[in-house]
């Protein structure tokens, strides 16, 4: 047992890298993309330390090409969700007595293998796998991924530094536990580091977990194992588990041991897990912890003094970038009519220059859109507006889903506020605009607080200071990430620690301490040095 305090100094965030013509990283980068194209990897199930194969597999294709295969995944069932639970267990113990700085140590050796020797593989895999361009893989499979290992270890260090006050003849002290039981993480395919980062950060905490990554980024996610493994991780503390929802997330939920849910992806997949856990109430042995990320139709609200330059550079970034999936991504937006004519010229003079197609192609913008269900989702909104007349399409609307999901940056004028590509959430290329009369300002922002049953992004754009704080004050709750003249993406780790509400999630802040309080379970210690040795008080006494 080591008898110091061991300080870990407090991060600084992972630069990224620019990938510019004539970079050393960018030969690199199309180096590793080389190499992993031209093979196919076989991807089981991670249980116990162990690879487990099973009679069920799937092929892994990317996005934009899906003739193109990269891997074979092995899904799991019943069988090895039991597997996983009783490998969990049998490490719990084990991993939650080994000294908060052994594991902080894991961590951080894994993030500066994210950061370095596997840089190349994060990205390649990324982009391969989810269809991602290098600057999109790099912010966010490196730069964000890195982060959250380092910083979640600086702030696991500061929460046990927080302890009581101790009065004369007595100490008294806080033990910040792991949960009883182990955590269930359930990753999105969007962002391979919140799909580390979901059983990591409970792991960190010195929990166990069982691993569920999205079917549709299983390639990536099957990487970080990997890493793990190198950086020290012990058996069965993290247990990966590919599979489709029902197949693994019935027997977990039923599980007495089942000790929290980490979860980002679809509302009604969040909502159903949390009624299963709920009927499943009596089952458990302590309260499961229920942490949820989930979707959101984030808005942008310009005021008539916006810089139109700065909002036409915004709209276009935050609606477009990785195909608009991200669950910040801009979704809708309010314009006053007074500046809508110079947003509207600027805006379609810079987005018919935005390319889109293979991402081995680096001059392009976007890639493909992840799957055959979401191009159909999205495409099918397209069409609703074709047929609309409530809607028109002022740019794009094509799409091809012959070799790859390719969906074109598409912008919507809606006539009603209440469009249906203005309330529900596409998660796809799709911006619809209103334009609302500059004397209707106060109220559209009713309008865009009312409108969503989400609460996750947003951004207000004005020069005015008053109407600034005006905004801010009637969107209060509108979102739980908000930005003011800036777009509602990109939030970093230790500067903007991500979540929102209402139907968006449990506002747990990703990229905070107060995320990772909510994998511990908190013991006071009160220990009287000089007991009492009479029970009766003063005020007893005669007169």
Same mark, same amino acid.
């Given at each position: 047992? *080591?008898?110091?305090?061991?300080?870990?100094?407090?991060?600084?965030?992972?630069?990224?890298?620019?990938?510019?013509?004539? =970079?050393?990283?960018? %030969?690199?980068?199309?180096?590793?993309? %080389?190499?992993?194209?031209?093979?196919?990897?076989?991807?089981?199930?991670?249980?116990?330390?162990?690879?487990?194969?099973?009679?069920?597999?799937?092929?892994?294709?990317?996005?934009?090409?899906?003739?193109?295969? !990269?891997?074979?995944?092995?899904?799991? $069932?019943?069988?090895?969700?039991?597997?996983?639970? &009783? *490998?969990? !267990?049998?490490?719990?113990?084990?991993?939650?007595? #080994?000294?908060?700085?052994?594991?902080?140590?894991?961590?951080?050796?894994?993030?500066?293998?994210?950061?370095?020797?596997?840089?190349?593989?994060?990205?390649?895999?990324?982009?391969?796998?989810?269809?991602?361009?290098?600057?999109? *893989?790099?912010?966010? *499979? /490196?730069?964000?991924?890195?982060?959250?290992?380092?910083?979640?270890?600086?702030?696991?260090?500061?929460?046990?530094?927080?302890?009581?006050?101790?009065? &004369?003849?007595?100490?008294?002290?806080?033990?910040?536990?792991?949960?009883?039981?182990?955590?269930?993480?359930?990753?999105?395919?969007?962002?391979?580091? @919140?799909?580390?980062?979901?059983?990591?950060?409970?792991?960190?905490?010195?929990?166990?977990?069982?691993?569920?990554?999205?079917?549709?980024?299983?390639?990536?996610?099957?990487?970080?194992?990997?890493?793990?493994?190198?950086?020290?991780?012990?058996?069965?503390?993290?247990?990966?588990?590919?599979?489709?929802?029902?197949?693994?997330? %019935?027997?977990?939920?039923?599980?007495?041991?089942?000790?929290?849910?980490?979860?980002?992806?679809? =509302?009604? +997949?969040?909502?159903?897990?949390?009624?299963?856990?709920?009927?499943?109430?009596? =089952?458990?042995?302590?309260?499961?912890?229920?942490?949820?990320?989930?979707?959101?139709?984030?808005? @942008?609200?310009?005021?008539?003094?916006?810089?139109?330059?700065?909002?036409?550079?915004? /709209?276009?970034?935050?609606?477009?970038?990785?195909?608009?999936?991200?669950?910040?991504?801009?979704?809708?937006?309010?314009?006053?009519?007074?500046?809508?004519?110079?947003?509207?010229?600027?805006? !379609? &003079?810079?987005?018919?220059?935005?390319?889109?197609?293979?991402?081995?192609?680096?001059?392009?913008?976007?890639? /493909?859109? @992840? %799957?055959?269900?979401?191009?159909?989702?999205?495409?099918?909104?397209?069409?609703?507006?074709?047929?609309?007349?409530?809607?028109?399409?002022?740019?794009? $609307?094509?799409?091809?889903?012959?070799?790859?999901?390719?969906?074109?940056?598409?912008?919507?004028?809606?006539?009603?506020?209440?469009?249906?590509?203005?309330?529900?959430?596409?998660?796809?290329?799709?911006?619809?605009?209103?334009?609302?009369?500059?004397?209707?300002?106060?109220?559209? #922002?009713?309008?865009?607080?009312?409108?969503?049953?989400?609460?996750? +992004?947003?951004?207000?754009?004005?020069?005015?200071?008053?109407?600034?704080?005006?905004? /801010?004050?009637?969107?209060?709750?509108?979102?739980?990430?908000?930005?003011?003249?800036?777009?509602?993406?990109?939030?970093?780790?230790?500067?903007?620690?991500?979540?929102?509400?209402?139907?968006? $999630?449990?506002? &747990?802040?990703?990229?905070?301490?107060?995320?990772?309080?909510?994998?511990?379970?908190?013991?006071?210690?009160?220990?009287?040095?000089?007991?009492?040795?009479?029970?009766?008080?003063?005020?007893? $006494?005669?007169?």
């Amino acid at each position: 047992m *080591a008898n110091a305090f061991f300080e870990i100094r407090e991060p600084e965030n992972e630069p990224y890298l620019s990938f510019a013509p004539g =970079t050393p990283e960018r %030969d690199e980068l199309r180096a590793e993309i %080389d190499r992993l194209k031209n093979m196919e990897v076989e991807i089981p199930a991670i249980i116990g330390g162990k690879e487990v194969k099973t009679d069920h597999q799937q092929d892994v294709v990317m996005p934009h090409n899906h003739q193109h295969k !990269l891997a074979t995944v092995h899904l799991c $069932g019943e069988e090895e969700v039991q597997m996983a639970i &009783d *490998a969990s !267990l049998e490490a719990r113990q084990k991993w939650a007595d #080994l000294p908060w700085e052994e594991r902080a140590s894991i961590f951080l050796k894994a993030a500066d293998l994210v950061a370095g020797p596997y840089r190349n593989t994060m990205n390649a895999s990324t982009m391969l796998g989810q269809s991602k361009t290098p600057h999109q *893989a790099d912010i966010e *499979a /490196a730069g964000e991924f890195a982060d959250f290992l380092r910083f979640n270890a600086y702030y696991l260090q500061e929460i046990y530094r927080d302890q009581p006050y101790s009065p &004369d003849g007595m100490w008294n002290r806080m033990e910040y536990r792991p949960l009883e039981g182990f955590i269930f993480a359930v990753t999105p395919f969007n962002f391979t580091a @919140i799909a580390g980062n979901l059983p990591l950060a409970p792991a960190l905490c010195g929990n166990v977990a069982l691993w569920k990554p999205a079917t549709s980024s299983v390639y990536s996610s099957y990487y970080i194992m990997k890493i793990l493994k190198e950086a020290g991780m012990p058996d069965g503390v993290i247990n990966f588990l590919p599979g489709e929802g029902a197949d693994v997330g %019935d027997p977990v939920i039923q599980n007495e041991h089942l000790a929290g849910l980490h979860f980002t992806g679809s =509302t009604g +997949t969040f909502q159903h897990l949390w009624k299963s856990i709920a009927e499943n109430i009596e =089952t458990y042995n302590t309260y499961p912890r229920i942490v949820g990320e989930t979707g959101g139709k984030d808005f @942008i609200f310009a005021h008539h003094s916006a810089d139109v330059d700065a909002l036409v550079i915004a /709209a276009i970034r935050a609606a477009y970038e990785y195909q608009g999936q991200k669950c910040s991504a801009a979704s809708r937006m309010y314009i006053p009519k007074s500046i809508w004519p110079e947003f509207e010229e600027k805006f !379609l &003079d810079e987005v018919k220059d935005v390319k889109y197609g293979d991402i081995e192609d680096f001059s392009n913008f976007m890639g /493909a859109v @992840i %799957d055959q269900n979401a191009f159909d989702n999205i495409s099918s909104y397209i069409d609703y507006v074709k047929e609309s007349d409530d809607g028109e399409i002022l740019f794009g $609307g094509n799409y091809d889903d012959s070799e790859g999901y390719f969906i074109e940056p598409t912008l919507v004028l809606a006539k009603d506020p209440h469009f249906k590509t203005m309330e529900e959430e596409i998660f796809g290329p799709v911006l619809t605009v209103y334009v609302y009369e500059d004397e209707d300002f106060e109220e559209t #922002l009713e309008l865009c607080d009312t409108t969503s049953p989400y609460a996750l +992004t947003g951004a207000i754009f004005s020069q005015d200071r008053y109407a600034l704080k005006q905004m /801010a004050d009637y969107l209060r709750q509108a979102a739980g990430n908000f930005y003011i003249n800036d777009k509602p993406t990109a939030a970093i780790v230790n500067q903007q620690p991500f979540g929102g509400a209402r139907k968006s $999630g449990t506002n &747990d802040k990703a990229g905070s301490a107060a995320n990772l309080m909510r994998w511990l379970s908190v013991r006071s210690i009160k220990e009287t040095t000089v007991p009492a040795k009479d029970w009766t008080y003063p005020y007893m $006494g005669e007169e």
